[in-house]
């Protein structure tokens, strides 16, 4: 059974840091790309960064570029989002995604919050 758990959200001050984790669990991650997305309230949910299963080549969006950084770890099957430099409009729920035939799976999100 595909799983996605994240953690890792919470309060931080803006210029703040935090890592989020997205534990995947009934696949291997190594061979699927891993996306990160977010949804701020009363807004659509947008994709934030995604890794590639070969080569490791990343997206981000263009907002986040030069302060977020998305890896993997294949040997805990984990997908991290590095987040520096928060600022108040980064505050929402992540969440991590992976399509695996013939389904797309969605973890629960985790709150995040940029705020003084």
């Known amino acids: 059974q595909v799983q996605l758990v994240e953690s890792g959200g919470g309060l931080v001050q803006p210029g703040g840091s935090l890592r989020l984790s997205c534990a995947a669990s009934?696949?291997?991650?190594?061979?699927?790309?891993l996306r990160w997305y977010r949804q701020a309230p009363g807004k659509a949910r947008e994709r934030v960064a995604s890794i590639a299963p070969v080569g490791d080549s990343t997206y981000y969006k263009d907002s986040v570029k030069g302060r977020f950084t998305i890896s993997r770890d294949n040997a805990k099957n984990t997908v991290y989002l590095q987040m520096n430099s928060l600022k108040p409009e980064d505050t929402a729920v992540y969440y991590c995604?992976?399509?695996?035939?013939?389904?797309?799976?969605w973890g629960k999100g985790t709150l995040v919050t940029v705020s003084s």
């Open positions: 995604n992976t399509f695996v035939a013939p389904m797309d799976y």
């Open positions: 009934g696949f291997s991650l190594s061979t699927y790309a």
